[in-house]
């Protein structure tokens, strides 16, 4: 660090993987109550290829640099931040800038460290726990008992979410690419569905007996919805977290949402509120931090990488390689 710039990932024009490269960006300074942390590691998430492509802006007043989430050492507070001081291991979640070597984020956003984790796997955990927490808590009110099918079982958000699940007495059934299987089993899933080689729905109809289930997360959107609507018991939720598979569904008969009484939610989180999010936070960590110090909740990192290795670690990720999270570690 000199001259108040600090290094950080940046790209001039929006493409492929190798547009990213190491350059100087200012220094972040710490305004009321937020606090600079001095980064550890940053989680990879697909927000940010897809910001890289020029497909999805940060929300206004955002830092323009890639990473929604970061681990680290607070570095300093500003005025009037009483919650944090110098030194303590935190992580968190951000609406950008997280591939850098420091952040700024107000306090609220902020959640401690556990001994027991350590800060590089800690990086793993603010956006696909917090997505998943809403997703099951606050969106769809999962209850004990009921059964949910989580589509990308083993991608980030999905192997929070079966952990999740887990810890609140449901049962969690997923779809993912056979070689993932075991990763999902070992979390805790219930079931295992090859989406490549079988029909889920119809899967998902002999493993429940034909009771279908209450709750889906689902990723892919538009190929998948109408065998989602087909499998939803009465009273079902679909929480709609992306459309990786098309944004179009074809020929729907609205009456089925009628007559099942199935709730439809869309929702991201980045666009939300600071209020929205400290809230989120705050009950999230409230909730689960004494389940990740006992270990019943763990992230779930798959690779490691390096700052200079940021290209490798998007281009893993765009070819759905991933089982659960790719983390950069900034800090050398």
Known sequence: ?????????????????????LGEVPLPVPGVKQVRIKVVAAGVNRADTLQRRGKYPPPPGASPLLGLEVSGV?????????????????????????????????????MAVPDTLNLVNAAAIPEVFLTAYQSLVWL??????????????????GTAAIQLALAMDAVPIVTASKEKHNLCSQLGARATIDYKSTDFAEEVKRISGGQGVDVIVDFIGGPYFKKNIEILNNDGRIVLLATMGGVKVEGFNLLNLITHRISVMGSTLRARSTEYQSRLTHEFWKYARHLFEDGSLRPVVDKIFTLHEAAMAHRLVEENKTAGKIILRIEE
């Open 1 to 21: 660090m000199k001259d108040n710039l600090m290094q950080a990932i940046v790209f001039e024009t929006p493409g492929d993987p190798e547009v990213m490269h």
């Open 74 to 110: 607070i570095d300093s507070v500003g005025t009037g931040c009483l919650k944090w001081k110098a030194g303590d291991r935190v992580m968190g979640l951000l609406s950008g800038g997280g591939y850098a070597q420091y952040v700024i984020m107000h306090e609220d956003m902020v």
């Open 140 to 157: 769809s009110h999962l209850q004990a008992r009921e059964t949910i099918l989580i589509h990308a079982g083993a991608s980030g958000v």
